[in-house]
Each structure stands twice: as C-alpha cells, then as structure tokens.
C-alpha cells in the first residue's frame, strides 16, 4: 500500500528532474512556471485602443512687409534728416489674445548697441553698448492706418471705399499717453475719432468716443470689433481688411458730434457721406512695459520705423534689427 505522504514526495522528485531544452538542462518545475506563467499574461488586455494624436504648427504671429526689409534714407542717409520706412505688418493667428515686444539692436563699425523701447521709441545716446555705436539716432515705432470716404449703405455691408478724400493716420502703439495724427490728408476742423460698434450697431448705433492723451487700449473689451464682428476677406463684414479684429478710428467733422459727455458723443450720420472711415482696424496698449496685446483671430497692427539722424552724426554704417518677440 502507498501512502499519501509517498505519492506527494515522488511528484516533487519529478518536478526537481530536468529535461533538455536547446542542449541546456532546464527544471521542469521552471519549464512549468513558464508556461502557467504565459498562459496567465495571453488571457489579459494590454490596451483597449490607442488613440495617436499628431500636430503640424504654425507660429501664431506672422510679421510681414518688404521682405522685412527697408533702407534709411536713400544711400546715403543725409544726417539732420528723418526717416520713415515702409509699411510692415504684424498679426496674430491664434484664438487667444498674444502680447508681444518689440527689441531692437543697433550696430556700426565699432560695435554693437541694444535698445530697449520705452513708449516705442530708442534714444540710442542713452543706450549702453560697445561703445555707444549708435549715438546720434532715435528710432521709433508708430502704428499706421489708412481712412477713406465710403459708399455709406445703412443696414447693408460692406460700405466700400470710394476715396473721395483720404487720411493716413500714425498712432502711439504702447504707452501711457496716446498720440494720433493725420499726416496726410489734413482736413480743417475734422477730428479723429474711435468708434466702439454694439452688438446690434444699426438699429442701437454707439457714440463716437474723442480721442485723447489718457484714452484706455483699444479695442475697448466690450467693442463688437474684438469679436463679434470679422473684416478679413471671407469674414462677417464682407471686407478685405489685413487685420480681422481690432479698433475702428475714424475723421469726422467736429459739428457732427453733438453733446459729448466724458470724450464720448452723439453722432450727426446725416453728414456720413463725408466721414473718412478705417480701412483696416488698429490695436492700442496702455502701459509703460513696451508689451503690446494683439487681438485673437486676426488682431495686429500695420507700423513704420521712424528714424532720426542728429546733424551730427559721425558717417558710417549703421544697422538697425528689430526682433517682434513674444513677450
């Protein structure tokens, strides 16, 4: 008779023995675990679905204008002379608000100068650098809009230009105070105005707002034109304007605003045939920190590079390079 006892010692003894595998003696007590092992991993999921996500991106600002080139003055520059470049362009693509800076390096033969704005503009003789290169220029920034007389079509959009009289306008991009002058075109007792359009602007028109030294950013936040309202080619408005969303600045007749309160005024539209509206939308930042806050979907601004030669400027070359980096 065999007893239990027996027959559990011989099974052990079994499992101790080896077996060959691949010329190598292998437990078959490990042969076995292995395999219960594997059997055990196979019944179970190692993922119910894999979802790949994949990204191709694009900068959120684009900066263009003159392959981002321009000449001061014509080669030479005259000193005692100032000079304004082309037109560039700076938008925002993103569908949130971006801020940016403007920083600025200027060099000659000597070295190398690095400025930083302040309300947009670089004395370059209070600049340190490698030996002051660039004493003798100021270099500044302005943001630029052109205005039109318009085919005015109350309830209709959009209201093309006709430009029966025509402004070009340059503006104060960051600072404190803001500054906005008509530089061509000036019309006698006309004013430059900013208008903040209502959600329903036909049938509950808003007032125009005067424009002044301590005037708040703009767009104002609870203007149409941030993001109700679209003027890029194929937007709500049915313009073709660079910048989609922004402030409107307008040049009206001085008698078609009627009891103004705190700079904001009733309009006479009677007299819409002669107001020279915005042909394009503008973005101002108050602030001292030389950060500017584009619009989302299409907000920027259009600017030029003012430069200003003292008379007696030592003759050399002189480079200026502007970075517009995020902030």
């Not at 076995?32 to 055990?40: P, R």
């Not at 949130?96 to 947009?120: A, E, H, W, Y």
């Not at 936040?221 to 910048?243: I, K, P, Q, R």
């Not at 394009?280 to 950060?291: F, P, R, V």
Request: glycine residues 10%; hydrophobic residues 35%; contains cysteine.
């Amino acid at each position: 008779m065999k007893f239990k006892g027996e027959k559990k010692m011989k099974i052990i003894e079994k499992l101790k023995s080896k077996t060959n595998i691949a010329g190598k003696q292998i437990s078959v007590f490990m042969v076995m675990f292995v395999l219960m092992a594997s059997i055990g991993t196979a019944a179970l999921l190692s993922s119910y679905g894999t979802i790949t996500g994949e990204a191709n991106v694009t900068q959120a600002v684009d900066v263009t204008g003159g392959d981002l080139e321009y000449t001061i003055g014509n080669s030479p520059a005259q000193a005692g002379n100032t000079y304004t470049s082309d037109v560039f362009s700076v938008k925002n693509n993103a569908n949130n608000p971006v801020t940016i800076t403007l920083d600025t390096k200027c060099n000659n033969s000597i070295g190398q100068d690095d400025g930083t704005q302040q309300t947009m503009s670089v004395n370059w003789s209070t600049v340190g650098g490698s030996g002051k290169a660039c004493d003798g220029i100021v270099t500044s920034y302005f943001g630029t809009v052109n205005l039109s007389t318009k085919d005015v079509d109350f309830g209709n959009t959009p209201w093309t230009q006709n430009y029966v009289a025509k402004a070009t306008v340059m503006y104060t991009l960051v600072g404190n105070t803001f500054t906005a002058t008509v530089t061509e075109g000036v019309i006698a007792d006309y004013e430059l105005i900013y208008y903040k359009d209502n959600s329903d602007r036909f049938n509950s028109p808003a007032q125009a707002i005067q424009i002044t030294a301590d005037i708040g950013s703009l767009p104002y936040s609870d203007d149409g034109n941030v993001d109700e309202f679209g003027y890029c080619a194929g937007g709500s408005e049915g313009e073709d304007y660079t910048h989609c969303h922004g402030g409107k600045m307008w040049y009206v007749p001085s008698n078609a605003l009627d009891n103004c309160t705190s700079n904001a005024c009733d309009i006479d539209w009677t007299q819409a045939d002669d107001f020279l509206f915005e042909t394009d939308l503008i973005t101002y930042t108050k602030g001292t920190d030389n950060k500017i806050t584009l619009p989302a979907n299409g907000g920027g601004f259009d600017f030029v590079v003012e430069n200003a030669l003292d008379p007696a400027m030592k003759p050399d070359t002189y480079t200026l390079t502007t970075d517009v980096s995020p902030a």
